[in-house]
């Protein structure tokens, strides 16, 4: 209830709308903050429905009560379980157990303020999640309970800043004050304390500062000013005069040795700090909290960082067994009893000895590792919790125990940067895979800094090992060995270079293999076969595409589920959950391990292969729904499996002269999406190496891939070797008599002539594809040529010709459905009116398309309202060409309007997307785009500059500037080389 309402009923969250009744959720608010969860109906009744009578409030408490049953459980009997009636009182769980976070929150309240310890404060605050049922802020039953509970949360705050003051830690205990202001503007404790330590600290500025936030906030929010203490504290600051000397400082405080056995850390405790807080809060809801991850997770150093912070919170203390050495199942309950000091007693069984000692102890039981003997601890576990009330026992294991009461917190690997889009250097260290790296590396090699060479290295090894701390530990100790850059190359074979030779670590420390091995040692064969068979799968899967992959020769299809769950709680599958299935994946240095031990099973050929023909066909299908009303949702598979896709693509590339066949096809039906999704250099590359290697295979194929490979290279300016393989491709296609070949090699020729500014040509290639395409009835082609002979026109100044035809191909891409084809002819229309061109007749058409009566005002802005109408389009099917070709039309449109700014901002989104492309063609219209809005503005300058960029990379392409951007141009370049003294 702090911070917001939620109830959970074991695994299950009950939500929002399962109340079906406000006063339902309302009844049950009340029952968890009244004392003993139990209030008689009367007092419900006024509470909820004061201004009822009797009668009707009574009819009201019935429906109520059967709707919060309701939601706590279909079933009657049970329900009954959560919300009785007892003597005319509701009672909230009465026979079973129940946790309130409020109770918890008081309970460690008070521990805090009777001990007066550091960790004590700190582990009741990171209980307090918000105040008091924030959305019921006009209710007054919850209005006292606020109050007070946010009393007692500043009341700690303040007491954790005097502890911190004591014990010479004036940063912390500033840090504290700074919590109570930020929360409490008014408090002028906090304030005159802040005061105070900005004064002993020498920060005589800020303490002069810090009265007069005071006084403000006292005077508006109250109406009156500081008091008299206050102000004298004031005087003496304002000459100097604060009595005290700036202590040396003493160590905080280390829990008392005779309440733990935890292990003193060797190394520093690095991130992490929200989920501290978090597990924190689990383990005060629950009395069995398992942390479970993958290897090397960190499992262990999180349960002892949070187990040493709440050593205080338990009045007989924490207590670590470690059951990584163990090896029998019988040894348990002898490792627990040594851990607690308790001495066994000859003829009495061992956990009746352990029960007896615990019955009535308050404490916390850490269990770390337990995965190896997950029966047996489970079993003891069963036994303890049931007989010893007041034991919490915080386990860790690569799987969960099972147990009834159980809960289950996943640690994950640590945040990592986008190695795509990189973060400022500055932000660098937000990330804590980042921050762990660093401070292991510097234990190496002290001087080990980020810097600009080796930024972007680091922030690469972090994403190639996942996050996981122990395998960024491990590759951290290199850099006094190996440069970041050679840790990095190295990391393709993570599993051999992440070793350690400490001596005294476990083996399964020493080695990412070495945790990996402990982890598959436990599963039993079918499992082992999953695992191994998963490794194939690069970047995630989903259950249909495992199921069909890797079952056969001793798995049954119907069993793959159950195993893969098994997988799941084991930790080495992650679930990644999606709006319509979810996905798994393999972290990328456990799936390595799984590739290893498929590779020696003697079953890899197979499984790849059937692995290649999965996604071959997957790529074929969606290949032919690029075109249609499904475009989005066939682009975002493809994008889903793309990394599947193209490893399918490697492994038939790297099998012989059948799986190069099989490469051609599979490169041949991704060209679209790659073209529509920006991945052209990718794409390209993947179409040579599947040419290079498929010489003997099919015409058709051959025909397909080069025009695959010539399309995109075309994309990326690459005007010879496109063309070259265009027109290869064109004959293989006349050879095949192969018509819809045939025109869509004409159609990307014409569009090479049409950069080059041969529009002659250019033309003649769009009218011989448009022939063919009406032949063949084939309107979606046809439509593509109608609005490339339009793309053409308005390049040439032809703007009515341009509307005309564009308007034509707009008319059948809307009956088809092409969204792709939308956009373009939405640009194409929004060049044309933006240059001169006029809509006329086309605006009822427009209108209709747009939803809307939009098209209103001069070209100009009904150029801006098609180009943002294909702007969003763009960006919603994820066609990265048309949001590049989109906002550099807007540009051009808020140049013309004189939104010089404006432009600027749409022109360089646009050159940052063209040059992620590789479209140097568009690149340089962009910088020209740029020069003229320097040159306007008079930054004549750094328009010289931008100008001589766009001229040198014309010449380099050899496109010339078109005849539509050419006067804006010349009249700009005059305008900078006469203000600059050139002419």
């Known amino acids: 209830m702090l911070g917001g309402f939620r109830v959970s009923v074991g695994t299950r969250t009950i939500q929002d709308s399962q109340w079906r009744l406000s006063k339902a959720a309302n009844l049950v608010k009340l029952l968890g903050l009244s004392p003993g969860h139990r209030l008689h109906r009367e007092q419900m009744m006024d509470l909820l429905w004061p201004e009822l009578g009797r009668k009707a409030a009574s009819n009201n408490l019935r429906q109520t009560l059967h709707a919060a049953r309701r939601a706590f459980a279909s079933d009657p009997a049970e329900s009954s379980r959560y919300l009785a009636l007892e003597d005319e009182s509701l009672v909230l769980c009465s026979d079973g157990p129940l946790w309130v976070d409020v109770e918890a929150f008081e309970q460690a309240a008070n521990t805090a303020r009777r001990s007066r310890e550091l960790t004590a404060h700190e582990a009741a605050l990171d209980l307090y999640a918000g105040d008091l049922l924030p959305a019921d802020l006009y209710e007054e039953w919850a209005e006292e309970h606020r109050r007070r509970l946010r009393e007692v949360y500043l009341s700690l705050l303040l007491g954790l800043a005097r502890l911190h003051e004591e014990r010479g830690d004036y940063e912390r205990s500033i840090e504290a004050l700074q919590r109570t202001v930020a929360e409490e503007s008014s408090n002028e404790e906090a304030h005159a304390g802040l005061m105070r330590l900005y004064a002993l600290s020498d920060r005589w500025g800020e303490a002069l500062a810090q009265y007069d936030r005071l006084r403000q906030a006292l005077s508006r929010q109250l109406g009156t000013g500081p008091g008299e203490t206050t102000r004298r504290l004031r005087d003496q600051i304002a000459v100097g005069r604060v009595k005290g000397n700036l202590p040396t400082g003493t160590p905080q405080e280390e829990p008392d040795a005779n309440k733990h056995n935890l292990p003193a850390p060797r190394t520093s405790f690095v991130g992490r700090e929200q989920e501290m807080i978090e597990v924190k809060r689990a383990l005060a809801m629950t009395r069995l909290l398992t942390l479970t991850g993958a290897g090397g997770s960190g499992k262990t150093r999180l349960a002892l960082e949070v187990a040493k912070d709440l050593t205080m919170s338990y009045p007989d203390g924490v207590w670590l067994t470690e059951l990584a050495p163990l090896t029998e199942s019988e040894l348990v309950p002898h490792a627990v009893i040594r851990a607690l000091g308790v001495r066994e007693q000859q003829g009495r069984p061992l956990t009746d000895t352990l029960l007896a000692a615990l019955r009535h102890r308050d404490m916390l039981l850490v269990l770390d590792n337990c995965e190896h003997l997950a029966d047996p601890v489970a079993r003891l576990l069963d036994t303890l919790l049931d007989a010893c009330l007041r034991v919490r026992v915080l386990a860790t294991s690569r799987e969960t125990l099972g147990l009834e009461g159980e809960a289950v917190w996943r640690v994950s690997s640590l945040s990592v940067p986008d190695t795509y889009r990189l973060p400022a250097d500055e932000e660098m260290a937000h990330y804590d ?109 989903t259950l249909g595409t495992a199921e069909r992959i890797c079952a056969g020769n ?240 308005w390049l040439q100044e032809k703007y009515d010709r341009a509307v005309k035809l564009c308007i034509e191909s707009l008319k059948e891409f809307r009956h088809l459905g092409d969204v792709q084809g939308i956009v373009w002819a939405l640009i194409n229309l929004g060049s044309a009116a933006l240059y001169g061109g006029n809509l006329g007749r086309a605006k009822a058409l427009l209108e209709e398309i747009l939803g809307s009566a939009a098209l209103c005002g001069g070209n100009l802005s009904q150029a801006e309202v098609l180009l943002r109408e294909s702007l969003e389009r763009s960006r919603r099917l994820g066609y990265r060409e048309g949001i590049a070709w989109s906002c550099n039309q807007l540009g051009v449109a808020a140049y013309q309007r004189g939104d010089y700014e404006g432009a600027e901002a749409l022109l360089r989104e646009s050159l940052g997307v063209h040059r992620d492309l590789g479209d140097r063609w568009r690149m340089s219209s962009v910088l020209e785009g740029l020069a003229e809005a320097a040159c306007v503005q008079g930054h004549l300058e750094r328009a010289s500059r931008l100008f001589g960029a766009a001229e040198a990379l014309r010449e380099t392409i050899d496109a010339p500037i078109p005849p539509c951007e050419r006067a804006d141009h010349d009249r700009n370049v005059s305008v900078a080389r006469a203000g600059l003294g050139e002419e």
């Not at 006094?480 to 990095?488: D, E, F, P, R």
């Not at 004959?731 to 819809?740: K, N, P, Q, V």
């Not at 022939?771 to 439509?783: F, S």
């Open 554 to 793: 001793g798995l049954v299809e119907g069993d793959v589920l159950e195993l893969l769950s098994h997988l799941v709680d084991k930790s080495l599958v992650l679930v990644i959950e999606g709006e319509d299935e979810a996905r798994y994946r393999l972290l990328e240095t456990v799936r390595q391990y799984a590739e290893e031990k498929l590779s020696s099973s003697g079953e890899e050929v197979a499984v790849r292969s059937r692995h290649a023909r999965l996604y071959l066909e997957l790529a074929e299908h969606a290949d032919s729904e690029l075109t249609g009303a499904r475009q989005e949702v066939w682009l975002d598979r493809l994008e889903a499996e793309l990394a599947n896709l193209w490893a399918a693509l490697r492994w038939c590339l790297e099998s012989g002269e059948s799986g190069a066949e099989m490469g051609l096809r599979l490169a041949g039906a991704l060209y679209r999406f790659c073209y529509l999704r920006g991945r052209y250099n990718e794409g390209s590359e993947w179409f040579e190496r599947a040419l290079s290697r498929g010489n003997a295979s099919p015409a058709p194929l051959r025909a397909k891939a080069l025009y695959g490979a010539g399309y995109l290279l075309f994309l990326q300016c690459e005007y010879e070797r496109a063309e070259e393989l265009l027109k290869e491709s064109l004959a293989l296609y006349r050879e095949l008599d192969d018509g819809r070949g045939v025109a869509s090699s004409l159609q990307v020729l014409g569009s090479v002539a049409r950069e080059r500014r041969i529009y002659a040509e250019a033309e003649a290639y769009h009218k011989e594809s448009l022939t063919l395409w009406r032949a063949l009835g084939d309107k979606g082609g046809a439509a593509r040529s109608i609005n490339s002979l339009g793309f053409a026109a």
């Open 433 to 541: 895979a980042v921050r762990l790296f660093l401070d292991r590396a510097r234990l190496r090699l002290p001087g080990f800094n980020l810097t600009p060479d080796n930024t972007a290295i680091v922030a690469e090894i972090c994403q190639k090992l996942d996050g996981i701390p122990l395998a960024i530990e491990l590759a951290a100790a290199k850099v006094k060995v190996l440069s970041v850059g050679q840790i990095a190359r190295r990391l393709d074979d993570s599993l051999g270079l992440l070793t350690s030779r400490g001596r005294i670590a476990l083996p399964r420390h020493r080695t990412l293999r070495g945790t990996l091995d402990w982890s598959y040692a436990l599963l039993p064969e079918e499992e082992r076969i999953l695992f191994r068979r998963l490794s194939v799968f690069v970047a995630g899967f």
